[in-house]
Every structure is written in structure tokens, then in C-alpha cells.
């Protein structure tokens, strides 16, 4: 039987406000694409076809406009609204009716992680295990669900943010399920923080002698929840782009991995690689710094820019000091005509906000 794919991409993203007061938190660019945009081409590179996303009732319209019927990535999507956030198992439960008693593959649309899931794929295929989960080491495990295998690599006990992780591998927001998952999610009781936890599921099928497999992450993962990981995944993900020209070049100088979308300009300026320069925006007389990616139809004006995300008609004009590890949303002016020289600046605003420095 065919594997079914589901999405996660509901949520309120708090730890991401001010940029999440207006858009869902799977829609901030990541390198000049919506961080739910490197989900879905997961699923579609390991041949998953038909695909559940979930929704908010805040945000679903939004998923709904970026995502379109699917066509675009050649997939059949089916939108499925989860009325509160009650836990990732809660949101499996809810979408039952789409899964039915198919296999899945359950990605939750914030994460960001290289080397694809392709191998879980087939390897699932061959072996039809009732689940496989990806793990990846982490220096502070107490923000994630955690994971203890045995000697033979086996998973045994898995813990939802434990206070005293008894291992340092999280569990990292991709998991394959046979449709064994689904009686015990209908088992489950709200945990302690008021949510159905995966974790326990998992664990059922566990302690019910069913085989759960694990592997850890080939190459890096990003948990994007804070501002400082969109920082670091933008980073991560500019880190694999190759040179591509395609916009105009008045006495600029371009240095390295730099992709230029059609439309955008860039004139007296200098940008140094890895950086994104999106369809239809200006630099002008500034320089854009390693790890930068400028949204569509953006301005960067007698500035200097680095490790930083503009997202779509982001303004920036004039700042007497570097704009450094900075989030600037959708519409955001920052004007510096006239205030004193500094050395850095760094911002976190939310969509059209406007600051007169």
C-alpha cells in the first residue's frame, strides 16, 4: 500500500513573535523559499504523491494561498484544519479520515534538515516496520522529545522535554508510520503541558513489542522555532546554493555562491557569497554580506547588510551601521538618515513595521 504523506503546519509559533503575529511561522523564508516549501519537496523527492497538511484556523488561509492545490510540485494536497493545538499526536488523529489505513510519513512543516528522507522512505518500503523515527544529537535535549536505544541500536524509551534527558538525541520532527499508530493515539490522555504526545504513542508501539526503528540525520538539522535558528538555517541552506545570474549588474561586484534572481538589481554595490538576492529587488550603493537573503521586490539603499533575512519588500535606507543577524518581515522600512554611526545593528521586526532610527 502506497504511502500517504502529512505536514504539519499549524501551530501559533510564540517563540517567533513579532514576525508570527501576521504569518504562520512555516512560511518564513529560508534562503528565498517558505521554510513548508522544503518539507513538501522532501516528501515529493522520495515519490510521495498524495499529501495531508494541516492547519490553524489563524494561519490556514495563508498555507492555502502559498501552497495551492499541489499542482505545482506535482502532488494532490488535502487541506485538514485542527481547531486547537493539542499535540502532534492530536493532529494525527485528526487526520484520520485522510489517512485511513495507509502508511505515512509525518513531517512537520518547520523543520529543516538536509539529505532528504528518501533512504527512510525505501527502507520502509522493504521492511514495513511499524515506525521509523530520525534522531539527531543535540546540545541542550530538554526542548525536545528525547530518545534511548538499547545496544542494538533499537529504541527502547522515548521522554517529552525531560528536565534530565537521559540521552542527548532528539527526535527531530520526521517520523514513518504503519497505520498500527492510530488505536494508540485513540488511547492516549493529554500529558501534563495539556497536549497528546507523539512521544507516547511511539512508546506504545514499544512497549506493545513492535519494531521501531531509528536513524540519525545525514548531514544537519534545524529545529526553526527561534529566531536565531531561522538565522542559522538560513545560513545552512545558502550554504548549498550555487551561482546563478540571472538579474542586472551595474558596476557591482558579485563575489562567489550568490544567486540573483530575474528583475533585481544591483548597482554600485558589492554582495559576497552565499547570498539571495530575490526577483525584482534593488541594492544599491551597499554592500550585502555572507549568509544574506533578500527577499522579492526588497531595497537595500547606502547600507551594509550581513547575515541577515529581508523578507519581501523589506526597505532599508541609509543605516550608519551594519544591519547584523536580523530578521526584517514582509513591508518593514528601517531608515537611518541621521542617526550616529555605530558599529552593528540588529533587528527582529514583524511585518510592516516602520523604525526612523
Known sequence: MELKGLILSGGKGTRLRPLTHTRAKQLIPIAGKPNLFYALEDLVAAGIRDIGVILSPETGDEVRAALGDGSSWGVHLTYIVQEAPLGIAHAVKTARPFLGEHPFVLYLGDNLLSGGIQHLVAEYRATRP??????????????????????????????????????????????????????????????????????????????????????QVRGWWKDTGKPEDLLDANRLALSAIARRIEGELIEAQVVGEVVVEPGARIVRSTVRGPAFIGAGALIEDSFIGPYTAIGKNAQVVLSEVEYSI???????????????????????????????????????????SRVRL
Open 130 to 215: 511499524a515506525a521509523i523515527v530520525l534522531l539527531c544529537p543535540v546540545e541542550d535535549p530538554r526542548a525536545f522529545g528525547v530518545v534511548v536505544l538499547n545496544g542494538q541500536g533499537e529504541v527502547v524509551r522515548l521522554l517529552e522535554k525531560p528536565q534530565e534527558p537521559p540521552s542527548n538525541l532528539a527526535l527531530v520532527g520526521v517520523y514513518l508510520f504503519s497505520p498500527a499508530i492510530h488505536p494508540i493515539i485513540e488511547g492516549l490522555r493529554p500529558s501534563g503541558r495539556g497536549e497528546y504526545e507523539i512521544t507516547e504513542a511511539i512508546q506504545g508501539l514499544v512497549d506493545s513489542g513492535q519494531k521501531v526503528v531509528a536513524h
Open 310 to 352: 529581508l523578507m519581501d519588500e523589506a526597505r532599508v535606507h541609509a543605516l550608519p551601521h551594519r544591519l547584523d543577524s536580523s530578521i526584517l518581515g514582509q513591508g518593514v522600512v528601517v531608515d537611518g538618515r541621521g542617526s550616529p554611526r555605530r558599529n552593528t545593528l540588529q533587528l527582529v521586526l514583524g511585518d510592516r
